[in-house]
Every structure is written in C-alpha cells, then in structure tokens.
C-alpha cells in the first residue's frame, strides 16, 4: 500500500518561512514525478512545485521563493517555502507519480498518489 505523510505545515507571519516534507512509503518514486499542489478555501487545487527525472518544475506564483528538493534514497520530496505571504495560506498536498514526465506535470489529474495534507496559515 502506497502512503503519502506530509509534516511541516503551521502557522508564520508573512515574510517567514516553512519547510514542508514529504515522505513515500510502499514503493520508490526515483523515477516519475514527486511535487506539491496547494488549495485554498473556494478555490480549485494549485499546482506549486514538482521534480521529475531531475528537473523542478514551480507555479507561477512561487517562483523565486519556493524551492523543492527530492531525496530518492529515502523516497521523499521536500519544499522550502521562504518569503511567505498570506495568499501562501492553504492546505499543501503531496503528490506523486512513478511514470510521470514533464508534459503532465501541473496537472494535478495525471498524479496517482496523494497525502492528506498539512494547512499553512500565513499572517499578515
């Protein structure tokens, strides 16, 4: 059985930052995609960061201040968040995908495996 255990969510003022992980259990994602979508009440779900075969990918809204990283020895995928705002607040999934190239990587539709998910509160 393929689990998804994200940590690291809470609440930081705005400017702050957070580093969410992200760790796989069941079976190993080295290859495929490994990333993060995000979604705020009343909104649809956000693609915000993924790496796949070695390459990172991120949203439009996180360039320059997000950064995720993947260790494939021990099957998880982490997203330091720095320079936060409140438009950051959200409850941030993990998600992953062992065939995944980058042609599907913003969809959140083309990921198999998925985490609860951990809120993030960002505070003006």
């Known amino acids: 059985q393929v689990q998804l255990v994200e940590s690291g969510g809470g609440l930081v003022q705005a400017g702050g930052s957070l580093r969410l992980s992200c760790a796989a259990s069941g079976r190993s994602f080295t290859t495929g995609a490994m990333g993060w979508f995000r979604q705020a009440p009343g909104k649809e779900r956000e693609f915000v960061a993924a790496?796949?075969?070695?390459?990172?990918y991120y949203g439009d809204s996180v360039k320059g201040r997000f950064t995720i990283s993947r260790d494939n020895v021990k099957n998880t995928v982490t997203l330091q968040m720095n320079g936060l705002k409140p438009e950051d607040t959200a409850v941030y999934y993990c998600?992953?995908?062992?065939?995944?190239?980058?042609?599907?990587?913003?969809?959140?539709?083309?990921?198999?495996?998925w985490g609860q998910g951990t809120q993030v509160t960002v505070s003006p």
């Open positions: 790496v796949s075969w070695g390459n990172r």
């Open positions: 998600a992953a995908d062992p065939f995944l190239g980058p042609a599907g990587i913003a969809r959140n539709s083309e990921y198999d495996y």
